[in-house]
């Protein structure tokens, strides 16, 4: 299933270098500079959350990494090799996706959904796609019985574990999540918040994450890169993040909505 034949990664680089990064947009009024000589450097192993105000541009540096996004300039290397030179099929291979919303086909069924990426590759054969497809359905915590379900008949839950276990299914190292708990039930949020724990475990994985929830946040994250005045401002252990002077920080994390999620933050000393 490896399918970046050709590249030579650098085994002893950090999963993600990005270096002055810069991201612009134009519209007929005016030029939008989003990201400003941005730096980040993600470690292998790592949980890294993002966070930031509207605008920040935090999920653009995802579709960037990703290579969906060319930045206006600057570097973004994966594993050492720049995102752009791996190719559709090798950044595939090297980086999974959990779109914000699933992006999951509604004209496929769930196992056809987790199966597409290898069935892109139109190098292996069709029982051995449905086999692997199998068990990382089962896997995400769905049912056998699930597999033939249309995107329509699945809960919210239901819809982010199937395409959780599509970005899972080309064993990529390295795994996106944009807003992976957003728009599900607390119970839901939990199980799911539960899922990425153990597979983060289980399967080595680094993972990058854009979320807004603090419970999420303080669960899950080994370190929280804040995205204000056009750059990372701080990227570091929570403790020392929520220590940071900044306007922003003050307001995401001790303010009023910020309350529970502290005493979380001294419930799970892993995060401290």
């Known amino acids: 299933m490896d399918s970046h034949a050709g590249t030579s990664p650098d085994r002893g680089a950090p999963m993600v270098d990005i270096r002055k990064l810069w991201s612009e947009f134009t519209t007929p009024e005016k030029k939008f500079v989003v990201h400003q000589d941005l730096d980040l450097t993600v470690q292998r192993g790592e949980v890294l959350s ?7 541009g935090k999920t653009v540096l995802l579709r960037q990494i990703l290579g969906l996004e060319t930045p206006a300039r600057g570097d973004i290397l994966v594993l050492g090799q720049p995102v752009g030179g791996l190719g559709q099929r090798g950044a595939a291979s090297r ?3 959990l779109f914000q919303h699933g992006a999951l086909f509604s ?7 987790i199966a597409f990426p290898l069935r892109e590759l139109k190098t292996l054969p069709p029982a051995l796609i449905r086999e692997a497809a199998m068990v990382k359905l089962q896997m995400v915590g769905l049912k056998p019985e699930d597999a033939d379900k249309m995107p329509s008949d699945l809960s919210g839950g239901m819809i982010k574990r199937a395409a959780l276990a599509r970005a899972l299914i080309m064993d990529p190292p390295l795994l996106l999540l944009d807003e992976p708990t957003a728009g599900l039930d607390p119970e839901s949020s939990d199980g799911f918040v539960t899922l990425l724990r153990s597979l983060h475990r289980d399967l080595e994985l680094t993972v990058i994450m854009v979320t807004h929830d603090l419970d999420t946040l303080f669960e899950l994250s ?4 804040v995205l204000a005045d056009r750059k990372v401002i701080v990227a570091a252990a929570p403790k020392d993040v929520i220590a940071f002077q900044h306007p922003f920080i003050h307001d995401f994390f001790l303010g009023e909505r910020g309350q529970r999620a502290m005493e979380l933050l001294r419930e799970y000393p892993f995060a401290i």
């Open 222 to 225: 080994t370190r929280i890169a």
């Open 107 to 113: 004209a496929f069924s769930v196992l056809e959904n």
């Open 95 to 97: 980086i999974g996706m």
């Open 50 to 56: 993002i966070v930031g105000g509207s605008g920040t």
